[in-house]
């Protein structure tokens, strides 16, 4: 099959998204299809083979945050060109209803058109009042995918008709499999081995970007001192670009020690750091659809500590995979966090409950789910044209005894 997939944000800014998409289109071509990405990049951006660049992105405000996207008649006419060239069975746009490439190829597209929702915003009235310019786009999409049930209640409210929730995939045994790294363990973790039952735990993981409010390291910043007063040997490592010295200008200059700050890391080293960390924490405050990084990180084993945002405690299972603390509450983070810390028991028990819940999120499941839309809209397709080409063969007296 020859499938087209339409990235909204620029490939060089990692999101959730855009690993979403990478790996979907690697999953795809690693069962025999052919596969073209469609997404923004800077001219310098390398490039995996198949993603096909459409210019430079410009920052938007969307969605809370700040998204990179390609709009306009020049990335217009990109589209066209790639759509042509591509030939596709299917395309499978993400966030159509953005302002964005996928906006574009929905307007742009002929044939079976696959849409994916990742949006959660039950208070967007930019996108109500946005209605009437996309619904012509909208009404060409023959299958609709919603990455959680927030997701599709975001469509539903705002957009009308429906999906089918289809979660975001991880490979699991990508991260299941990474070696964890010495420097980045608690001297418990290195003594006893991962699963140690009593072991010392005080090394925290974050990963996100770090100047942008709603993924909430703010929140963590300020529970902080409070874990490190019953945890004193406990220290938060901090993945993702952002202005280092003002994330920590909250904290008293004693404390600033126990943070440790590692830059963006590669795909590798992030599930390192999943599977070396104690303690995951994801104290995001807002505008998440679905958490994948609490995903990555119940596959490397990390216990998981969460705000009860209503799409992180689904991914958690309601509490059941991984703990959950009040949205926005410091003080609720910090004695979740040492409560966690003082008990390797349930840590283990989190573990354990974390990776057989999270194979219900790997590629072997979620890309059959993709596929099989995939294949329904192309067959409905072709079903479609077969009968026209019958009716029109009747009308001109050209139909086969």
Known sequence: MKI??????????????????RDLAEHLIALG???????????????PPYVVSAGRAVPVPYNGSVAR?????????????????????????????????????????QGPIVATFHTSNPRSRAMIAAYPILQPALEKISARIAVSEYARRTLVEHLGGDAVVI????????????????????????????????????TIGFIGRIDEPRKGLPVLMKALPAILAEVPDA??????????????A??????????EFLGMVS??????????????IAPNTGGESFGIILVEALSAGAPVLASDLDAFAQVLDQGEAGELFTNEDADALAATAVRLLRDPQRLAELRDRGAKHVRRFDWSTVGADILAVYETVAAGAASVATDERVGLRARWGLARD
């Open 69 to 109: 996207l390609n709009f306009g008649f020049l990335s217009a006419a990109r589209v066209r060109r790639w759509l042509q060239n591509g030939a596709f069975d299917v395309i499978h746009i993400h966030e159509p209803a953005s302002p964005s490439l996928g906006l574009l190829s929905c307007w742009a597209a």
């Open 33 to 47: 299809h052919e596969v073209s990405v469609l997404a923004p990049s800077d001219d310098e951006t390398p490039l």
């Open 167 to 202: 979660p975001n995939g991880v490979d699991v045994d990508f991260f299941a499999r990474a070696e964890p790294k010495p420097e980045w363990q608690s001297e418990g973790a290195r003594s006893s081995g991962k699963g140690g039952g009593g072991r010392r735990a005080g």
């Open 267 to 280: 795909d590798e080293d992030k599930a390192r750091l999943l599977r070396s960390v104690d303690l995951y």
């Open 250 to 259: 909250q904290l008293p200059p004693d404390l600033r020690s126990h943070v």
């Open 4 to 21: 087209g997939i339409v990235c909204p944000y620029a490939w060089d800014v990692p999101g959730g998204v855009q690993f979403h998409i």
């Open 235 to 248: 220290r938060l490592l901090v993945a993702g670009r952002g202005d280092e010295d003002e994330a920590v």
